[in-house]
T-cell receptor, first 115, second 112 residues
Framework: ETGVTQSPTHLIKTRGQQVTLRCSSQSGHNTVSWYQQALGQGPQFIFQYYREEENGRGNFPPRFSGLQFPNYSSELNVNALELDDSALYLC??????????????FGPGTRLTVL | SQKIEQNSEALNIQEGKTATLTCNYTNYSPAYLQWYRQDPGRGPVFLLLIRENEKEKRKERLKVTFDTTLKQSLFHITASQPADSATYLCALDEQAGTALIFGKGTTLSVSS
């Protein structure tokens, strides 16, 4: 069984640029969530995708967007990067079996630095 | 406003003692609460989930309680070991379970 993988592991961008982060969900999981974790803080929910549709969204501006593909892998896109976007971006997959009570399996994260 | 608070940013205990971490929340009505462990530079790892109608749950040396009247969860690690040193995060569900809302975490250090 393959766990959640993310790429790249580290990324440095400048303010105003755009970035795409990628996530492969755990085998058999059809739900992917993205979180932003600033230094010293807990992860903050960005959005969730279920069967290629956005299924919930946190308090993030529209320049944060995402996609989920038929194989359940996912992308997070951030446009017009700002310095405050510097953070660890975590992807988590889960198996939505019609129940809310599912643990989430997190990937190792992508560390984004915006200069 | 909605808040999740974990009692302290850091907790230092000696090996063999019981570590107790607290998670308090306000203005939420969660259906469940989860605890995760996070090591530096890594993603969180799921430990335990407790539902609103459960008072206590155990897994090996771990025990979680959930008091919806007090709006509090306690997380216990018995017979703690240096390998238990990590940051522990509590999380509540929101948006009909699609979102997990995390606390800031408590960093536990177990010394031998």
């Amino acid at each position: 069984e393959t766990g959640v993988t993310q790429s790249p592991t580290h990324l440095i961008k400048t303010r105003g640029q755009q970035v795409t982060l990628r996530c492969s969900s755990q085998s058999g999981h059809n739900t992917v969530s993205w979180y932003q974790q600033a230094l010293g803080q807990g992860p903050q929910f960005i959005f969730q995708y279920y069967r290629e549709e956005e299924n919930g969204r946190g308090n993030f501006p529209p320049r944060f967007s995402g996609l989920q593909f038929p194989n359940y892998s996912s992308e997070l896109n951030v446009n017009a990067l700002e310095l405050d976007d510097s953070a660890l971006y975590l992807c988590a997959s889960s198996l939505a079996q019609g129940s809310r009570y599912n643990e989430q399996f997190f990937g190792p994260g992508t560390r984004l630095t915006v200069l | 406003s909605q808040k999740i608070e974990q009692n302290s940013e850091a907790l230092n205990i000696q090996e063999g003692k019981t570590a107790t971490l607290t998670c308090n929340y306000t203005n939420y009505s969660p259906a469940y609460l989860q605890w995760y462990r996070q090591d530096p530079g890594r993603g969180p790892v799921f430990l335990l989930l407790i539902r609103e109608n459960e008072k206590e749950k155990r897994k090996e040396r771990l025990k979680v309680t959930f008091d919806t009247t007090l709006k509090q969860s306690l997380f216990h690690i018995t017979a703690s070991q240096p390998a238990d040193s990590a940051t522990y995060l509590c999380a509540l569900d929101e948006q009909a379970g699609t979102a997990l809302i995390f606390g800031k975490g408590t960093t536990l250090s177990v010394s031998s």
